[in-house]
């Protein structure tokens, strides 16, 4: 340790300066909240063998061990990574991508969540970028991981299609939507299309499902909620299908990475460029 | 679709979420498959969620009926 220590590079890799000298805390990589018994084991022992025994979850589903020392530092990453524990990032890059549960665990959820922030994560984990980027994805309108606090979130939805032929004008899914965009005539329900949220409740609680339900993804672009807060907006119908979410997700970046001052949070970018000229040029992508 | 004959109601008025469900599926669990019951629940939450919860175990919705009073009463098959 001859020569100055680079904080710069050690807090691009993970480790965090503590308010006590020579002290870091480590960020760990988790990937839509999820870590496994064996993961846990080894963050457990590593902070028992190099910290203070104690870790911190964050606020993003994060993971930091606190207490790391400065000539630990190559052997508590080694000791990570033989468990299967990646570091985390921090800086002007793409951060930790956040998940609920979806629809493999939660009785409410319209998509797969998990699988999807992995994916998310393998394409732009790390990636740099004039500031922070955050991505998040929340299995339905219930929003329990807040989608629109991220640059760009993800929620999923169903495009819902009514099958008169199973339909017993049970009145059910009337009551189901929250947002009345359901009601029963004489022989049909009628749906106000204008209404609907692809919150997918009808689908649901329909008792013969007469209700169908596609799934896709509606996607908020340039939330932030640090300094400054602001919730992302949508700009587009729900998007049914995940090449069509990666190419406007590329797009967005690529925006991003062109229109940023240095040092300036994407929704500052968008704002400073005009929402016309971000949904013109999302646009282009989304039609491929 | 008037072709059921209520064996057993349960009103559900009186309690909260999550304990509206419970009150209903103690209720659905005393009935014999093929019976009927007729949950009386209110308005908001408890219509918006309990058939669906119903629907999740399995039971068969027969029909959803407006009290006129405030209240719904769930037909439900216990199947
Ligand atoms: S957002 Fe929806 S799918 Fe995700 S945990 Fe909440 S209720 Fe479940
Ligand atoms: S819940 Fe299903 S069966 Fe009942 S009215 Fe709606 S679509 Fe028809
Ligand atoms: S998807 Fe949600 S908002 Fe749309 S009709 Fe069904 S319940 Fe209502």
Request: aromatic share 8%; proline share 4%.
């Amino acid at each position: 340790m001859a020569d100055a220590v680079d904080y710069k590079a050690l807090k691009n890799g993970g480790f965090m300066r503590q308010k006590q000298k020579d002290n870091f805390s480590l960020r760990l990589k988790v990937v839509g909240g999820n870590l496994t018994a064996e993961q846990l084991i080894t963050i457990a022992n590593v902070s028992k063998k190099y910290g203070d025994g104690h870790v911190h979850l964050t606020s993003r589903q994060g993971v930091e061990i606190p207490f790391m020392k400065l000539g630990d530092i190559d052997s508590v990453k080694s000791e990570l990574l033989e468990g299967g524990v990646p570091t985390g990032v921090c800086g002007p890059r793409v951060r930790t991508v956040t998940a609920c549960q979806g629809d493999q665990i939660c009785p409410s959820g319209c998509i797969e969540t998990y699988p999807l922030a992995v994916e998310i994560s393998e394409r732009y984990f790390g990636r740099e970028l004039p500031h922070k980027f955050k991505f998040g994805v929340t299995g339905c309108q219930n929003n329990c991981l807040k989608a629109e606090e991220n640059d760009i979130g993800v929620k999923g939805g169903y495009q819902i299609r009514w099958d008169k032929t199973l339909c017993t004008l049970c009145g059910v899914c009337v009551k189901a939507c929250r947002t009345n965009a359901l009601s029963v005539s004489e022989d049909r329900v009628v749906l106000d299309e204008g209404e609907c949220n692809n919150c997918g409740r009808c689908v649901k609680s329909c008792p013969t499902d007469a209700w169908k339900g596609e799934p896709g993804y509606i996607i908020s672009f340039g939330g932030t909620f640090g300094n400054m807060i602001a919730k992302g907006n949508e700009i587009f119908p729900i998007i049914k299908d995940k090449g069509t979410f990666f190419r406007v997700a590329d797009g967005a970046l690529e925006f991003f990475a062109k229109h940023a001052k240095p040092g300036e949070r994407f929704r500052v970018s968008i704002d400073r460029a005009g929402w016309d000229v971000f949904k013109e040029e999302m646009e282009k992508v989304y039609h491929g | 679709m008037a072709d059921y004959a209520v064996d057993q109601t349960v009103d559900i008025t009186d309690v909260v979420c999550p304990v509206t469900f419970v009150k209903a599926k103690v209720a659905l669990e005393e009935l014999d498959a093929g019976q009927i019951l007729s949950i009386r629940m209110n308005d908001g939450e408890p219509v918006q969620n309990v058939p669906r919860s119903v629907k999740e175990e399995g039971h068969k919705i027969l029909k959803l009926l407006d009290n006129g009073d405030g209240t719904w009463s769930l037909i439900v098959r216990k199947e």
